[in-house]
């Protein structure tokens, strides 16, 4: 298993931070209902690279489509290299420099709150002796950049 102790340059390219927040159900008491609740559970060490778009050789990873509403949807997609390996029912936020400065943020947004990306993907990346270097993942920006309940 990866251990930045042990394996100095996996662990000196893990240059930034981001937060985890882990899906809850709660049961609403006023109505009874069953909700979705994202709670923080901790922060990694991580690395991230934007991912290309489809067919595209440049570009800054980011597409624009039309919603069922006619309304624009910006599209985010992002590769992200950690210790652990991530979840479809995880979120990721406040992907950080190693100086703590917030790297994506809702600059269109009141207060410029960060970004909040869902993972698609997760996967081992395995060494030529078996062994486990460290996970690959996919994320996306959430449609929702919100982690009220749901």
């Not at 067919?55 to 800054?60: A, Q, V, W």
Request: charged content about 25%; glycine content about 4%; aromatic content about 10%.
């Amino acid at each position: 298993m990866f251990n930045s102790n042990t394996n100095s340059f996996i662990g000196s390219i893990m240059n930034m931070y981001a937060d985890i927040y882990k899906q809850e159900a709660v049961q609403d008491p006023n109505t009874g209902a069953v909700v979705r609740k994202w709670v923080y559970s901790k922060t990694i060490k991580c690395k991230i690279e934007p991912v290309r778009m489809r067919g595209s050789s440049k570009g800054d990873n980011k597409s624009f489509a039309k919603t069922s509403d006619m309304e624009y949807d910006e599209k985010i997609q992002l590769k992200m290299y950690s210790s652990e390996l991530m979840s479809k029912r995880w979120r990721i936020e406040n992907i950080k420099t190693s100086k703590k400065k917030p790297i994506f943020i809702e600059i269109d947004k009141i207060d410029q709150p960060n970004t909040i990306f869902e993972v698609t993907a997760s996967h081992a990346e395995i060494d030529p002796f078996g062994n486990t270097t460290y996970f690959a993942s996919i994320l996306v920006r959430s449609e929702v950049q919100s982690n009220d309940p749901t």
